[in-house]
């Protein structure tokens, strides 16, 4: 248990060895301590394949990097973290997901793990500007509208925008993603392109490009637009999961990295006992908008 709860706290196995030395004057080796920290191993297993509510208004995706070891060398691989608002307007880490590309085929994959879990209908997923997953999304949940992150496009975009005019442009980009209104929004652009379009053209295409999938919070009332624009509530869990990885250079394989994020996920769902602002009203407009969707779940 004191191992446990240790190695919950994000100490490296060399620190936890010199602490039960120091309290307890025992020896205790980095692989006790690793079977130790393996009895986590069915527990992750079967909280990865745990049944799902059968709808989610809200889910947003993110990625995470850690190097793991793999024949030898140690690569970078990105664990994906699927995070929910259920229907009781409660956070929920539906799954984590390991992979070395960002295909399709992979979101594929995860989406479809998702539906065997019992996972029927999502109303909106916030991504961040992850390459085939709107396609990939809409493969698997047809009816899912797909918003893409502002804040990660918003940030991709200043990577362009040399320093001295970044002020200026985002002073320019503000009434785009601020706007009241659609209508509001795309005149906006149509200016932020008038200024910067020669100047920045692989911005503006962009902006241009994804404009259906970064617009879609437009249509909603304030209460929902908040919850949607950004995927900004999963980096709260991610800045708990580097807290927890900080000491660790790299991990020797896949489980030890994810029994540690199990344990990371534990931490912080342990604050999640309360629904999110304003969930009824939030709820009352989904059942609107969404029209019939909620009906099977909600007694409307």
Not at 11 to 18: E, F, L
Not at 156 to 170: C, D, E
Request: aromatic share 12%; proline share 4%; hydrophobic share 45%.
């Amino acid at each position: 248990g004191k191992i446990l709860s240790m190695y919950a706290l994000g100490m490296s196995y060399d620190n936890i060895a010199s602490h039960i030395a120091e309290i307890y004057g025992l020896s205790v080796s980095a692989a006790a301590i690793s079977a130790i920290t393996d009895k986590l191993i069915p527990e992750l297993k079967a909280w990865q394949q745990r049944p799902l509510q059968s709808h989610y208004p809200f889910v947003w995706l993110d990625a995470i990097h850690f190097k793991v070891k793999e024949e030898g060398r140690y690569i970078n691989k990105a664990v994906y973290t699927i995070l929910a608002l259920n229907l009781e307007g409660k956070k929920e880490i539906l799954g984590l997901y390991l992979s070395e590309n960002e295909g399709a085929n992979f979101w594929l994959s995860v989406l479809t793990d998702l539906q065997q879990r019992g996972l029927q209908d999502i109303l909106i997923a916030s991504v961040d500007g992850l390459t085939g997953f709107p396609a990939a999304i809409n493969a698997a949940f047809p009816n899912t509208e797909v918003q893409l992150c502002i804040v990660h496009q918003i940030r991709n975009s200043l990577k362009y925008v040399a320093s001295k005019n970044q002020k200026a442009f985002m002073a320019d980009l503000k009434p785009v993603y601020k706007a009241a209104t659609l209508g509001e929004a795309e005149l906006a652009l149509d200016a932020l392109e008038a200024n910067w379009g020669k100047l920045y053209p692989i911005v503006l295409r962009s902006w241009r490009t994804k404009w259906p999938n970064l617009s879609v919070y437009f249509k909603y009332p304030e209460p929902i637009r908040r919850v949607i624009y950004t995927t900004n509530v999963i980096e709260s869990v991610h800045r708990q999961f580097r807290a927890l990885t900080k000491t660790k250079g790299g991990f020797p394989n896949e489980t030890s990295l994810l029994k540690l994020l199990y344990v990371g996920i534990q931490n912080a769902s342990k604050k999640w006992t309360m629904p999110v602002h304003n969930w009824s009203l939030t709820l009352s407009q989904l059942a609107i908008y969404f029209d019939g969707r909620l009906d099977s779940v909600l007694e409307v």
